[in-house]
C-alpha cells in the first residue's frame, strides 16, 4: 500500500545544483524515518542522507556540507538538495523509508523497507 516516488533527477556539469523529491501515499499520519540511497554502476548501494520523524538528519562524510535532506510530514514528500555536485555523485538515487520504530526514529541504513524506483543523477565534469 506504501508507495514512493521519486522525481529531479538530470545532467548537471559539476559544480552545479539538483533538488530530488520524493512523494510517499499510503501513509495515514505516522511518524517514520526516511532516507536517499544511491547506487554507482559496479559499486554497492550507499546510504547517503536519513532524516527521522523529528527532524533529526545523518549524512555520510562524502556529501556533508553539500547535500541537505528535508521533509514536509504535512504533505508526505522528502528532498534532497545537492549543491556542489561532483562526477563522484553520478548514481542511481533512491528515496525510502524505515516504519520500524514508534517514534519515528531512524535504526541504520539497513531498516529500510519500502524504496521508491529511482532517478538517475548525471554529473559531468
Known amino acids: 500500500r506504501v508507495q514512493l516516488v521519486e522525481s529531479g533527477g538530470g545532467s548537471v556539469q559539476a559544480g552545479g545544483s539538483l533538488r530530488l523529491s520524493c512523494v510517499v501515499s499510503?501513509?495515514?499520519?505516522?511518524?517514520?524515518?526516511k532516507g536517499w540511497f544511491r547506487q554507482a554502476p559496479g559499486k554497492e548501494r550507499e546510504g547517503v542522507a536519513r532524516?527521522?520523524?523529528?527532524?533529526?538528519?545523518f549524512y555520510v562524510d562524502s556529501v556533508k556540507g553539500r547535500f541537505t535532506i528535508s521533509q514536509d510530514n504535512a504533505k508526505n514528500t522528502l528532498s534532497l538538495q545537492m549543491n556542489s555536485l561532483k562526477p563522484e555523485d553520478t548514481a542511481e538515487y533512491y528515496c525510502?523509508?524505515?516504519?520500524?520504530?514508534?517514534?519515528?526514529?531512524?535504526?541504520?541504513?539497513?531498516?529500510?523497507?519500502?524504496w521508491g524506483q529511482g532517478t538517475q543523477v548525471t554529473v559531468s565534469s
Open positions: 525510502a523509508a524505515d516504519f520500524s520504530s514508534p517514534g519515528g526514529f531512524c535504526r541504520g541504513w539497513y531498516a529500510f523497507t519500502d
Open positions: 532524516i527521522d520523524g523529528g527532524g533529526d538528519t
Open positions: 499510503g501513509v495515514f499520519g505516522r511518524s517514520y524515518c
